[in-house]
């Protein structure tokens, strides 16, 4: 249906103060989680992590089935057996997922050519662990990304989004959702089952699928840094074309086969290569152990960044005191990667099939 001329500035003004918001936010990447006057933009340290689309027709729960490697991060929106109106991206904690839905968003703010997101009207990117307890994704819309904007109201943003021909949508991180598989039949998870918003694009990043979805689908997962990727981001985000200083970060890297495997994680390469190059201090880490135990307090920092704007001060406030971290870091055993990794990202080891933070 043809937009009014009045709803047509009104969309005008939705997508400019759509592009404000996420200006702020994907000029925002923090690759070292504790130092928060290091922001960056995210086109200046995004690379090519790997992505991989399931082939299983039918959803299975876990990540079996056979995957097959996407050559670029765009095709997840243009590769024919990612073709449908529903979308999961899933990966495991830091593995990126999130950087990626501010790679998509500064594609669509600044039209880059070869973006599948050129295309698209309004792109809607929602942060699901905002969203506890809104029932209205209008609302939603209205207070976490047009806040700044009076003359666009809720009504508004309904209007249009009814009315435009290409929406695209993108939720952050379903496993953070305070109503996540609680069937409470908001506007969320009405999208997720296709039972609201048929002919728009809806796409959900998670840790792990959500307990409701129809057969329509479509899954991608991603993978991690490989070497390419690595050497990638330390030439684009940390030391330009130097080469005797990308060697000097690779050699760090390599000399320690722990480190290499556990730097798959983009979140956890990112800081190991800013921290190699930056500080001298990192040349005095006399073992792994300590560079673990010092890398335990960054995410603590990536948790409580998440846990920042959800209503959870109980959880920073309380429960994850300098004290209480202390006295978890003196019983870690460093030796075991994967509780350190699961601690920092806020999931307890033996919760974590429920997936609730620990507590
Ligand atoms: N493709 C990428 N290019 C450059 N840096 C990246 C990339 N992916 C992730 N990173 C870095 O890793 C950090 C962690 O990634 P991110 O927060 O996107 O992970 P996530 O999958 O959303 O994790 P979580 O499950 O905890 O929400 C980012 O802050 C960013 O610095
Ligand atoms: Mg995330």
Known sequence: ???????????????????????????????????????????????????????????????????????????????????????????????GKSTLTLQLAYDWCNEVWNSSMRKVDILILLRLRQLGGIQSIYRAIKIFLLADEPRVTIDDIKNIIQNCSSVNIILDGYDEYPGRDGNNNNDVDKMIVMELFQNVDVTVTTRYLPKRLIKETKRAKLTGFDDKARDEYIRKAVVGDNEEAVEHIKRRLYENSVLTDICQVPLIFV?????????????????????????????????????????????????????????????????????????????????????????
């Open 1 to 95: 249906m043809e937009l009014t001329p009045e709803l047509q500035e009104k969309k005008r003004l939705m997508i400019d103060g759509l592009k404000k918001t996420y200006k702020v936010q994907y000029d925002a990447v923090q690759p070292i989680p504790y130092i928060k006057d290091r922001l960056y933009c995210v086109d200046k340290v995004f690379v090519e992590g790997g992505v991989e689309v399931c082939l299983a027709p039918e959803l299975t729960r876990d990540t079996g089935g056979s995957w097959e490697r996407l050559e670029y991060y765009k095709h997840i929106y243009t590769d024919s057996r990612l073709n449908s109106k529903r979308r999961i991206i899933q990966g495991e904690p830091g593995y």
């Open 271 to 359: 800081m190991f290569a800013h921290m190699a190059h930056d500080l001298k201090q990192f040349m005095e880490f006399t073992s792994v152990t300590q560079f673990f135990k010092y890398m335990i307090r960054c995410f603590h920092e990536h948790l409580k960044r998440k846990l920042d704007d959800i209503s959870a001060h109980y959880f920073v406030s309380v429960v994850m005191t300098e004290s209480y971290l202390g006295n978890a870091l003196r019983f870690l055993d460093p030796v075991d990667l994967q509780y350190l990794y699961r601690f920092a990202c806020g999931l307890h080891p033996m919760l974590e099939k429920t997936h609730q933070p620990f507590a």
